[in-house]
């Protein structure tokens, strides 16, 4: 399975997302959001290019968070994936959503601003970054790999 990541977008409308974004948004088989979109007619403009699942982020709407988790635990292509906005400053941040999960495979955060994938202890962490800077490609198969793209 492919997942097209995006976090931290902190824009209002869909028509602010970046074309780079539709365009390889309209090719994968799921969406993923961290939070902080900001503004929910984003939430709407990323279900029209395809199924979305997000949690909802520190510099989300009120509208959002009601509508939105603060975590979400998917099962995609047999393993189990963590989804997360995240907290505090970038140093440590992995062990902090980490301990908000039991027995994942993957987990998908933002907040950082900072794109980044990397295995530590038996998990996949994968960061896309800020959403006006990068977005992450994400594929599930039978080995978990993660691509940023940048903008």
Excluded: C
């Excluded at 824009?11 to 997302?17: F, M, N, V």
């Excluded at 295995?119 to 960061?127: L, R």
């Amino acid at each position: 399975m492919r997942i097209g990541v995006l976090s931290d977008t902190h824009i209002h409308l869909a028509e602010e997302i970046p074309l780079e974004v539709v365009k390889a948004f309209s090719e994968v088989d799921l969406i993923v959001h961290t939070g902080d979109f900001v503004g929910s007619q984003v939430l709407e403009g990323l279900k029209r290019l395809g199924e979305v699942k997000a949690v909802h982020g520190n510099m989300d709407s009120m509208k959002l968070r009601d509508l939105l988790p603060e975590q979400e635990l998917l099962m995609v292509g047999g393993r189990k994936v963590g989804i997360i906005h995240g907290w505090g400053g970038p140093a440590g941040i992995e062990q902090r959503v980490r301990e908000r999960f039991d027995d994942v495979d993957v987990i998908i955060y933002g907040h950082s601003h900072v794109a980044k994938t990397e295995q530590i202890g038996g998990i996949f962490f994968f960061n896309p970054g800020s959403g006006n800077q990068s977005f992450g490609l994400l594929t599930i198969e039978k080995d978990v790999r993660g691509e940023i793209v940048r903008i």
